[in-house]
């Protein structure tokens, strides 16, 4: 029963390093979606992918790039970590009228 | 752009019925939804209004009224478990669900 599942949990970065952040989910969806969440706002949607094969930008795509690897995973990438990238990421797909949330990934970028 | 606005704290007594309010700024939504998040958790959905009117699920009921681009969730019977963030958020698309959330409320439940 694993849903959506992303890592890593926590991870530090140093300004200008680069990482990915990875996520898969078993429920056969066709759409994804990274959002990022910083306190005290609600959640902004930074890339989707709503069928495999195809991704687009969200509302605050700059610094980030996605691979929608087959239908199940879906990566975010941080080519060159910035302070302002610290954030909590959450993976997401999704059925009609629904959003299933992986865990989160909590970054910060010193 | 897109924008939904909510108060940004609400607190109440077990027991008590509590509404939280959506207000949104633009005329492209199609739907409306509400997730619950607990501290340090994960946004879990409690309901979407596809059409005008209010959905009832259990103790929650949510209402939509495009026409006033306002929706609102209502929260019965509170117990202290209810006591996390709610956010409202729009659909931009029928074919999947492509959200913009609103800021959240934050309630907070006391005995």
């Known amino acids: 029963n694993a849903g959506v599942t992303q890592t890593p949990k926590f991870q530090v970065l140093k300004t200008g390093q680069s990482m990915t952040l990875q996520c898969a989910q078993d429920?056969?969806?066709?759409?994804m979606y990274w959002y990022r969440q910083d306190p005290g706002m609600g959640l902004r949607l930074i890339y989707y992918?709503?069928?495999?094969?195809?991704?687009d930008k969200g509302e605050v795509p700059n610094g980030y790039n996605v691979s929608r690897l087959n239908k199940r995973e879906f990566s975010l990438r941080l080519e060159s970590a910035a302070p302002s990238q610290t954030s909590v990421y959450f993976c997401?797909?999704?059925?009609?009228?629904?959003?299933?949330f992986g865990e989160g990934s909590r970054l910060t970028v010193l | 752009g897109q924008s939904l606005e909510q108060p940004s704290e609400v607190t109440a007594v077990e027991g008590a019925i509590v509404q939280i309010n959506c207000t949104y700024q633009?005329?492209?939504?199609?739907?409306l939804s509400w997730y619950q998040q607990h501290d340090g958790g994960a946004p879990t959905f409690l309901s979407y209004?596809?059409?005008?009117g209010l959905e009832e699920t259990g103790r929650f009921s949510s209402f939509l009224s495009r026409s006033d681009s306002y929706g609102y969730l209502l929260l019965q019977e509170l117990q202290m478990k209810d006591s996390a963030s709610y956010f409202c958020?729009?659909?931009?698309?029928?074919?999947?669900?492509?959200?913009?959330f609103g800021t959240g409320t934050r309630l907070l439940v006391s005995p």
């Open positions: 997401a797909s999704s059925r009609t009228g629904e959003l299933f």
């Open positions: 429920m056969n969806h066709n759409s």
């Open positions: 992918s709503a069928s495999e094969g195809t991704t």
């Open positions: 633009t005329s492209g939504f199609y739907g």
């Open positions: 209004n596809a059409l005008d």
């Open positions: 958020a729009g659909d931009l698309n029928t074919g999947f669900q492509k959200l913009v």
